[in-house]
């Protein structure tokens, strides 16, 4: 069984993405791992999704960092701009030397919750490190 030891959670959220967090405190806890969070702004998104994720951001990461601390573990908080695909499987894994990635399955965005977002399906594809995709949401209650 790997033990990980850099564990990224990207974050929208999304029910999807909080209970991918969850999933991975939980993972880190058990491996003693760094976990870094992060929320991307597409350069593609519309003004208004911008700026109500912008807006969102500080209050969320401030959820998700005490959820976190009540389980023991520290979290490495950013916000990026750019393309989720590529910063998701491919720049931030080598900035931070991730080992394994879990995230929802899809997103916040329009596309049906039967289907794999655009994102995942990328990363799924393309990074080289494990992933877990979580398809079911959890009770995101705080």
């Not at 601390?69 to 931070?96: C, F, N, Q, Y």
């Not at 899809?106 to 979580?134: Q, W």
Request: net charge negative; proline share 2%.
């Amino acid at each position: 069984m790997s033990e990980y030891k850099s564990i990224l959670v990207p974050v929208d959220g999304s029910e999807t993405s909080i209970s991918a967090f969850k999933q991975g405190v939980h993972i880190a806890e058990r491996n003693k791992a760094d976990l870094y969070l992060v929320a991307i702004l597409d350069k593609m998104d519309n003004a208004e999704e911008a700026a109500q994720l912008q807006k969102d951001k500080d209050s969320l990461f401030d959820e998700l960092d005490r959820y976190a601390r009540a389980h023991g573990v520290a979290v490495h908080k950013d916000m990026r701009t750019g393309d989720p695909k590529e910063l998701i499987s491919k720049d931030l894994l080598e900035e931070w030397n991730i080992d394994l990635i879990v995230m929802g399955a899809t997103g916040k965005g329009a596309i049906a919750k039967l289907v794999v977002g655009s994102v995942t399906n990328h990363v799924i594809r393309n990074a080289p490190c494990d992933l877990l995709i979580v398809r079911k949401s959890q009770q995101t209650d705080f």
